[in-house]
């Protein structure tokens, strides 16, 4: 599988505002999803966006997908202390294992 | 509760020693993978299988080996020829892959140190 590139690699915001994060990959894919990670945990799957989707929700989070510009959003909104973390996006579909870029780390300042 | 389990948390190796990382699930799940995680970095594969009695080497398989003699267990043996060893492991899994892949499901990881 191909690793996505995430941008920026980090961010500050005043907890309540919202944070977005955007992801980028090479190749054509069937679907797409975003991770968080607390320091020293495992990931934690939040959201899959298949190719023929354009949006999705879920919660305060909302993912666009841009399959001509291979390109995919995350944005938090009205952001929490607890949303510090680091945000991974996979580009999936393949045969093989997901691959993870660097990924955003989030920091919300109180 | 179903989910995966990895152990230990904090492992210690000595240098030349061979050390097993244990990962197991109860979530039925086919699919199962091994990472690599550096300090600042993203995660890499090490080795990931589909199915029982079958695997298939990830980005960075030199050093490691696994087995797949269950459905619900997948070990990491972390051998004398990883040169660099310390690192976070995280052992996931999902209910299969290819076209309609699903959202994996992680462990809490096993950060290996060697001393």
């Known amino acids: 599988s191909q690793q996505g590139e995430e941008d920026p690699q980090a961010l500050s915001i005043q907890e309540g505002e919202n944070a977005t994060m955007n992801c980028s990959y090479k190749t054509s894919i069937n679907n797409l999803q975003w991770y968080r990670q607390n320091s020293g945990r495992g990931l934690v799957h939040l959201i899959l966006i298949r190719s023929n989707e354009r949006e999705k929700h879920s919660g305060r989070l909302r993912v666009t997908l841009d399959t001509s510009k291979k390109s995919s959003s995350l944005l938090i909104t009205a952001s929490r202390a607890a949303d510090t973390a680091s945000y991974f996006c996979a580009p999936g579909g393949g045969a093989d294992g997901l691959t993870f870029g660097k990924g955003t780390h989030l920091i919300i300042q109180p | 509760d179903g989910g995966i389990t990895q152990s230990p948390k904090y492992l210690f190796r000595k240098e030349g020693q061979n050390v097993t990382l244990s990962c197991e699930q109860n979530?039925?799940?086919?699919?199962m993978y091994w990472y690599r995680q550096d300090p600042g970095q993203g995660l890499r594969l090490i080795y990931y299988?589909?199915?029982?009695?079958?695997?298939q080497k990830g980005d960075i398989a030199e050093g490691y080996s696994v087995s797949r003699e269950k459905k619900e267990s997948f070990p990491l043996t972390v051998t004398s020829a990883q040169k660099n060893p310390t690192a976070f492991y995280l052992c996931?899994?999902?209910?299969?892959?290819?076209?309609?892949?699903?959202?994996?499901?992680f462990g809490s990881g096993t950060r290996l140190t060697v001393v």
């Open positions: 979530l039925n799940h086919d699919a």
């Open positions: 299988s589909q199915i029982v009695n079958d695997f």
């Open positions: 996931a899994s999902s209910p299969g892959q290819g076209a309609y892949d699903y959202g994996y499901t």
